[in-house]
């Protein structure tokens, strides 16, 4: 399924039905250039609740994810939960605002593209380390589980080195590379094979928090000013019936 089949489809989920879509995108390996023969489509997707509904006393759901069972994997946030998340520097949510291929949007998606920079900020850079941090022990207790002889799975291994890789970006006063290529690539599709063993990895991951670490502080704002994402928000729920 691409995208645009995704877009028919979803936009008339029970769940959506009566909501905007403002922001659809393949999310997943797809997007960072990273897939391998077992990979399938990931979708992330940005909807607006009509405003009625989000007055009343039966809020409709801020989270629409597929049937447990079914196939594609798909999440579509609330608007309002969306810029909560892009507020905390969530790095799956910022990285929607800086992707640059497959996924369409509405002419106010890209409105909000348009300063996608402020979402750039100290607290952002916490939030990915924390994210990768957490991937980290993940893939430690997943060694420890399956006990001797047993190997956690590369998805971890090669996510933990990616989120650090754009968190120094963010660190540096730079923008994330959600579409990797060249020698970034090639490194994360080495751990995809399985050259490196989780405790190479760790030794890495370790290391890259501590440059990022040894470069504070980060020439980049504390946390955002909220003031244009709330006007872009009441801008959309405005014009949403």
Request: with cysteine; charged share 30%; glycine share 6%.
């Amino acid at each position: 399924m691409d995208l645009n089949e995704f877009y028919k489809i979803h936009g008339e989920d029970p769940r959506l039905r009566g909501k905007s879509i403002l922001m659809a995108r393949i999310a997943g390996s797809t997007s960072y250039n990273t897939t391998v023969s077992t990979s399938d489509n990931d979708f992330l997707a940005v909807h607006v609740a009509p405003t009625e509904m989000m007055l009343s006393l039966d809020r409709p759901q801020e989270t629409v994810t597929n049937e447990e069972g079914t196939k594609p994997d798909f999440t579509s946030h609330e608007v309002g939960k969306f810029c909560n998340l892009l507020c905390s520097g969530n790095p799956t949510v910022i990285e929607c605002v800086f992707a640059e291929r497959d996924l369409v949007g509405k002419e106010s998606w890209h409105q909000l593209r348009a300063y996608r920079k402020i979402f750039l900020t100290k607290k952002t850079v916490k939030n990915y380390l924390g994210y990768a941090k957490g991937q980290l022990q993940r893939m430690l207790n997943g060694r420890s589980v399956h006990g001797k002889g047993g190997k956690p799975s590369e998805k971890f291994e090669y996510h933990i080195i990616r989120l650090l890789m754009d968190a120094k970006m963010i660190a540096s006063g730079g923008e994330p590379k959600i579409y990797k290529e060249g020698d970034d690539r090639n490194f994360l599709m080495r751990i995809r094979a399985e050259e490196f063993t989780p405790d190479q990895i760790t030794e890495m991951a370790q290391k890259r928090v501590a440059e990022i670490d040894a470069m504070r502080p980060w020439p980049i704002p504390d946390e955002i000013d909220k003031s244009l994402l709330n006007k872009w928000l009441l801008q959309v729920r405005k014009y949403t019936i």
